[in-house]
């Protein structure tokens, strides 16, 4: 269960970051209502997966997914580049956290 707990961190984690961008600035409520709900969530859902899973794991991994969602729905969703060079920083997001694993 600790794993599925860690899967909807991350899934807050990235729309967190996603919400941030259509906040602008807090300036819209809606999105900033859900900056801040998926934040808790977020974290929340990293406390529990915490319970069984050490931090050294379940931390970086958190933080990996949120920026590799965020990476791929930036490009997706808001037309961000892939450039090489961020292709090849995702590829070392990946291994480091391969590594750690």
């Known amino acids: 269960m600790a794993w599925v707990f860690l899967m909807l961190a ?36 990293l406390t529990l997966s915490m319970r069984v899973l050490p931090v ?23 037309g961000e580049a892939l450039t090489p060079a961020r292709l090849v920083s995702v590829g070392l997001i990946i291994v480091g956290v391969a590594g750690l694993r």
Do not use: D, H, N, Q
Request: net charge neutral; glycine share 8%.
């Open 56 to 78: 050294s794991i379940a931390y970086p991994i958190w933080t990996a997914i949120g920026t590799l969602g965020t990476v791929l729905l930036g490009f997706l969703l808001l």
């Open 10 to 45: 991350a899934f807050f984690e990235v729309l967190f970051a996603m919400s941030m961008k259509f906040a602008e600035g807090f300036t819209r409520p809606w999105p900033s209502l859900l900056v801040v709900v998926a934040a808790v969530a977020g974290i929340w859902f």
